[in-house]
């Protein structure tokens, strides 16, 4: 059985993940979809429990916060860094 640490491979993961957050971002935003398809893909497609627009927070914009809180960051710095994002409830 092998004994190594597992730190590196977790790590990878976390950039993979990230990475292909950033990607599946920039191509919605791109997208330019108004802001009742925007939610109706979060809400209903993704089965997602978070409504911005509870907070006042339009679609477009917060998935564009989520985009600029992940650019150039790793995988810890992304977990801590939406943890502690003033628009999280």
């Known amino acids: 059985m092998w004994e190594g640490d597992a730190a590196?491979?977790?790590e990878a993961i976390r950039r993979l993940?990230?990475?292909?957050?950033?990607a599946a971002l920039t191509k919605l935003?791109?997208?330019?979809?108004?802001e009742r398809e925007l939610a109706r893909?979060?809400?209903?497609?993704?089965?997602?429990a978070y409504d911005p627009r509870d907070e006042?927070?339009?679609?477009?914009?917060?998935?564009?916060?989520i985009l600029d809180i992940t650019r150039g960051r790793d995988g810890d710095r992304v977990s801590r860094q939406?943890?502690?994002?003033?628009?999280?409830s």
Request: net charge negative; glycine share 4%; hydrophobic share 50%.
């Open 41 to 48: 893909l979060w809400l209903r497609q993704a089965g997602a």
């Open 8 to 10: 590196p491979l977790l």
């Open 17 to 22: 993940a990230v990475t292909a957050l950033r």
């Open 29 to 34: 935003l791109a997208a330019n979809l108004s």
């Open 56 to 65: 006042e927070i339009e679609m477009s914009g917060w998935f564009a916060q």
């Open 82 to 88: 939406v943890h502690d994002h003033p628009y999280e």
